[in-house]
């Protein structure tokens, strides 16, 4: 059985201060994905990871993807009060068919 | 775009209740799914369908049962409800495409009493 852990689960942070957020998984995995969600709403697709050492960025959030450790991680840079959300890592395996297994989520807050 | 539209947003109901979630997609995408959010576990799969015509469980199908009518729609019926169906359903559409990253409605919040 897949197995998502994310770390940590709740993030309180301070404004122009660097964090990562680590998404470990279980067995071996040839997609990753994160999500947004903001409070009351849907999940927005920010990252598609599909390759041993993929990275992508976009404004202050920067995903990469290590298949040997099993390990994505989200690093946000400098944050800012619009990133506060719940970010969920979700993986995708070959034999699962169409199925995505989703971590627990980290909410994460940006105090002024 | 309409994208995934699920319908109602929300709904109360007393336990033993039964009720169906409607989820349609105009993307044509081939598979679509259930899950369910609840405090503190991310989301869990209901049931799945991975293109018209087939349907299969996920991690958490007891109580439920879908409905795959054509290529845009996904039903999901709670035939007698709990309390511990109370959740947030979010319905989601998967592209064809090899990102295959997934699409989601905007949740239905459902409470039963």
């Not at chain 2, 007698?80 to 592209?95: G, I, L």
């Amino acid at each position: 059985e897949l197995k998502v852990e994310q770390n940590p689960l709740f993030l309180s942070m301070q404004e122009g201060k660097n964090y990562t957020i680590y998404c470990n998984y279980s067995t071996t995995s040839d997609r990753l994905y994160w999500y947004r969600q903001d409070p009351g709403k849907s999940l927005e697709s920010l990252f598609v990871l599909l390759s041993n050492g993929a990275v992508k960025q976009e404004g202050r959030l920067m995903a990469s993807l290590d298949t040997k450790a099993r390990l994505s991680t989200l690093h946000i840079t400098a944050a800012v009060h619009d990133l506060s959300a719940t970010y969920f890592c979700a993986v995708h395996r070959e034999t699962s068919g169409s199925r995505l297994t989703f971590g627990e989520g980290t909410q994460l807050t940006v105090n002024p | 775009n309409a994208g995934v539209t699920q319908t109602p947003k929300f709904q109360v109901l007393k336990t033993g209740q039964s009720m169906t979630l409607q989820c349609a997609q105009d993307m044509n995408h081939n598979s679509m799914y259930w899950y369910r959010q609840d405090p503190g576990m991310g989301l869990r799969l209901i049931y799945y369908s991975a293109s018209e015509g087939t349907t299969d469980k996920g991690e958490v199908p007891n109580g439920y049962n879908v409905s795959r009518l054509n290529k845009r729609e996904f039903s999901l019926r709670l035939e007698s409800a709990a309390p511990s169906q109370t959740s947030v359903y979010f319905c989601a559409s998967k592209r064809v495409v090899y990102t295959g990253e997934l699409f989601f409605g905007e949740g239905s919040r459902l409470t039963v009493l």
